[in-house]
């Protein structure tokens, strides 16, 4: 018997004790065999080393695949154009910018053996924007100032499922069986919630097959909150195509939502479910932009390719505000909690929130996400780093490093769940 770091196990190894999460709660069994999805799952839990039976280690890792020096030149130029508005100088920057490099390079050698060797400077898959605008900067302005003084943010209401989610959450007389019974009503919502909460995203040792048994694993306000996030995708159609492409909008949204719950899991903060939902919704304001105020939309987008700037300093000179303000607001109006509100509202500014921490958070994810281009809302470039925010939350360089492979993986299933009901 022997003590294994989680990152040196591999399958076909053999638990040699029970396996306990902080919480108490067994989480595998003497003498399971590990199988790959252990692995992933074993980082999700926050689990740093395990004592293993001395046998056969499994197969050994497979090389990493050969670049050209030709192919990973090209990937450097194109990277370092990604993070042209990034502060090299930080040590989690300057390693993730290495990371982001070979990946790159390993998607342009993939591109060339399929026969399409057409590689995008760009980080995401905006579509390209054409035509200037001949309206002026002071009437987008005041397009703006009349969508946020009307009701138009009844176009943009809540599902009734998640309201009455919400009214039972908070009534203290409620129970589980309550909850239970409100997201019960609505089958496709009860169907997705459980194969999200039966996914390597949790990552549970046993099926969950009632909502109520999924009530009682989470709590209320848990399952309420992911119903939120799950709920949220279903409001927003009709997006002209021309602007973005919402495929690769929302699994931008959800990756960040992946990577904002995975560093509170790492920091042990509790509502992880939250953070999920606040990376989830974090650029929610462009797809009111891009919704309600297609022309300025488009504007928004020919200013940062004419410039190079980062497309939140677009947003602001030429509409006069920008998404994470139009989005507190929407999360306002919605009567979310506050600590989400200024997630949305404070994440390229964290040090301006009530809640450092989850403001924080997100900002961090977001970087993390757009550095590793899953998907997109507009934004070409890797956001700058406020490095207080980075020191005050206590991160690690190599903590977050090493969880970019199981991102990956998590991201993917979520990503799946939610387009293609798993």
Request: aromatic content about 6%; charged content about 20%.
């Amino acid at each position: 018997m022997r003590k294994i770091n989680t990152d040196d196990l591999k399958p076909g190894m053999v638990l040699a004790e029970d396996l306990f999460h902080s919480s108490g709660r067994l989480l595998l069994s003497k003498g399971v065999r590990l199988e790959p999805h252990h692995l992933r799952v074993l980082k999700i839990w926050g689990i740093s080393a395990v004592e293993i039976e001395d046998q056969s280690e499994g197969p050994p890792p497979s090389l990493p695949e050969e670049i050209s020096p030709m192919v990973l030149n090209k990937a450097r130029e194109l990277t370092l154009k990604q993070f042209s508005h990034a502060n090299l100088d930080h040590p989690f920057l300057k390693e993730l910018l290495q990371i982001c490099i070979r990946r790159r390079a390993q998607k342009i050698t993939l591109q060339m053996n399929s026969g399409n060797d057409q590689v995008a400077p760009g980080s995401g898959t905006v579509s390209k924007v054409d035509g200037r605008s001949s309206r002026t900067v002071g009437a987008m302005k005041q397009d703006l100032v009349s969508l946020l003084s009307e009701d138009a943010w009844a176009l943009a209401s809540l599902p009734h499922i998640f309201t009455e989610i919400n009214r039972v959450v908070n009534d203290p007389r409620s129970s589980a069986n309550h909850v239970a019974d409100v997201i019960s009503k609505d089958p496709n919502l009860t169907t997705k919630l459980l194969k999200i909460v039966n996914s390597s995203f949790y990552g549970l040792p046993s099926k969950v097959d009632t909502i109520s048994r999924a009530v009682t694993i989470l709590g209320n306000k848990e399952l309420s909150t992911l119903a939120l996030g799950t709920s949220v995708l279903t409001i927003f159609g009709e997006i002209p195509a021309d602007l973005v492409d919402m495929k690769s909008f929302w699994e931008h949204s959800i990756a960040c939502g992946v990577a904002a719950r995975m560093i509170a899991q790492y920091k042990n903060i509790a509502y992880t479910e939250r953070l999920f939902v606040a990376g989830l919704l974090h650029d929610i304001g462009r797809v009111i932009i891009y919704k309600h105020l297609p022309t300025q939309g488009r504007e928004v987008l020919l200013q940062a390719q004419r410039t190079g700037c980062l497309l939140r300093s677009a947003e602001f000179e030429m509409i006069g505000s920008d998404h994470t303000q139009i989005g507190g607001m929407l999360v306002k109006k919605w009567k979310l909690p506050t600590v989400l509100e200024e997630a949305l509202a404070y994440h390229h500014q964290p040090t301006l929130s009530q809640h450092l921490p989850e403001a924080g958070i997100v900002h961090v994810a977001d970087i993390l996400i757009n550095a590793l281009a899953i998907g997109t809302s507009g934004e070409r470039f890797v956001p700058p780093l406020i490095p207080q925010v980075w020191t005050e939350l206590g991160l690690q360089t190599e903590m977050l490093l090493r969880s970019v492979q199981l991102l990956d993986q998590q991201v993917e299933d979520i990503i799946h769940l939610f387009f293609n009901g798993g």
